[in-house]
């Protein structure tokens, strides 16, 4: 098997597309890694618990997106069902590169994976413990850190708006520079 730097070797010669995959969930709980204020300055976040957004995406280094989006848990048959849409959808060789997470390497995906393979589809499992690999991981650190703003926390309906908003808007009008961050293929 090639390796990742490989790939995206010949990805780059327009020969094969290459595609990252991961899922994340943003709540209502926000997103507040880290924060700081002034001695006696009063800063919140609102924040409840409510409304979770579950989202499968897969991403190319030229921004090309595709998603999925639930309020349910995002499951093996979920994984399955958006895999084989998207091995429809290509035109060209493409690889999919996804992490180890048991959704991903579940029975029913593992024994689709020979008839995606007909359709042009390979599936590129990571090395274990190995998330630097996956720029799906930077898009996900872009929604939450820069494109979702504390105010699109506030209800259940501003925060379903402006995560569909952004999504639909990745590739478009936000766009990751993958080249400023550091080359993580291996």
């Known amino acids: 098997m090639q390796s990742l730097n490989q790939l995206e070797k010949i990805a780059q010669n327009n020969i094969i597309d290459i595609?990252?995959?991961?899922e994340t969930?943003?709540?209502?709980?926000?997103?507040?890694p880290?924060?700081?204020?002034f001695p006696h300055e009063k800063v919140s976040t609102p924040v409840q618990k409510g409304?979770?957004?579950n989202c499968l995406g897969f991403i190319t280094r030229d921004n090309r997106f595709v998603y999925k989006t639930t309020q349910k848990?995002?499951?093996a048959d979920f994984v399955l069902e958006q895999i084989e849409n998207f091995s429809w959808t290509i035109s060209k060789p493409t690889i999919l590169v996804i992490d180890n997470a048991p959704v991903h390497r579940a029975k029913k995906i593992?024994?689709?994976i020979p008839f995606w393979s007909e359709r042009g589809l390979t599936i590129f499992y990571l090395p274990t413990y190995s998330p630097q690999l996956n720029i799906a991981e930077i898009l996900w650190n872009q929604l939450k850190y820069y494109w979702l703003k504390p105010k699109d926390y506030e209800t259940a309906?501003?925060?379903?708006l402006n995560v569909s908003l952004a999504l639909a808007a990745i590739g478009n009008t936000l766009k990751?520079?993958?080249?400023?961050f550091k080359n993580r293929s291996n």
Request: no cysteine; net charge negative.
């Open 110 to 112: 593992k024994e689709r």
């Open 73 to 75: 848990k995002i499951d």
């Open 51 to 53: 409304v979770s957004i």
């Open 176 to 180: 990751i520079n993958f080249s400023e």
């Open 157 to 160: 309906d501003t925060l379903l």
């Open 25 to 32: 969930q943003i709540n209502e709980e926000g997103y507040v």
């Open 19 to 22: 595609y990252y995959g991961d």
């Open 34 to 37: 880290y924060g700081w204020q």
